[in-house]
């Protein structure tokens, strides 16, 4: 096994965003090997995604997207907990992919909660409506495969990104779960602003 060295660890840490003693740690484990440290951090930090939820994240970034023709732009705020991980790269990377994503996709909402009531209730509506022509038996799964389907396009966590080779056609929280995961913080997708002009 070959001596662990500072650049060794730091090479490590900028790729995964973990701890230095972390990163020290598997490094060790792994008999040096970069990429099998990655891999038993990305396997740790899965396991220790949920945990971690809870924790405040007070550091993060803002990136925008301006689209090409100039007519939409987006504002995105992505949190974590401490300002080495909101440089991180792979950080950084996603918060524009993110931007990205919410100026063709046009959210309503980050997540099911933040949702204004009177759009759930009209959707509601509308699906017991368009049910009633439905056998009595499938009715309620009829609406709520309605409810599911438009919740699915108009709540930001549910989307599947626009880049879908990328991100192997992941929802946007299955991403920000695996970002939680690779960097061994909290990952909040704060708020973000859609300005398209016209609308």
């Known amino acids: 096994m070959s001596a662990i060295t500072a650049q060794d660890v730091k090479a490590l840490r900028e790729r995964t965003g973990a701890a230095m003693m972390a990163c020290k740690n598997a490094l060790t484990e792994t008999g040096g090997d970069i990429d099998k440290a990655v891999e038993l951090l990305r396997a740790r930090g899965a396991a220790q995604a949920a945990k971690r939820s809870g924790r405040e994240a007070a550091e993060g970034t803002v990136q925008a997207y301006i689209h090409s023709n100039g007519k939409i732009g987006v504002l995105v705020e992505l949190d974590c907990e401490t300002d080495f ?23 309503l909402a980050i997540s099911e909660d933040e949702l204004p009531p009177a759009d759930r ?10 049910a009633a022509e439905r056998p009595e038996n499938v009715r309620e799964r009829f609406v709520k495969g309605k409810l599911d389907k438009w919740l699915d396009e108009v709540v ?23 970002l939680a995961a690779d960097t061994g913080e909290n990952v909040v997708i704060r708020r973000f602003t859609r300005f398209e002009v016209g609308a």
């Open 85 to 107: 991980v909101a440089r991180n790269d792979q950080f950084v990377a996603f918060a524009r992919d993110l931007a990205l994503h919410i100026s063709w996709a046009a959210p």
């Open 121 to 130: 209730e009209r959707e509601l509506r509308i699906a017991t409506e368009q």
């Open 156 to 178: 930001l966590l549910r989307q599947k990104h626009v880049n879908a080779d990328k991100y192997e056609n992941q929802t946007i929280e299955q991403i920000r779960a695996r």
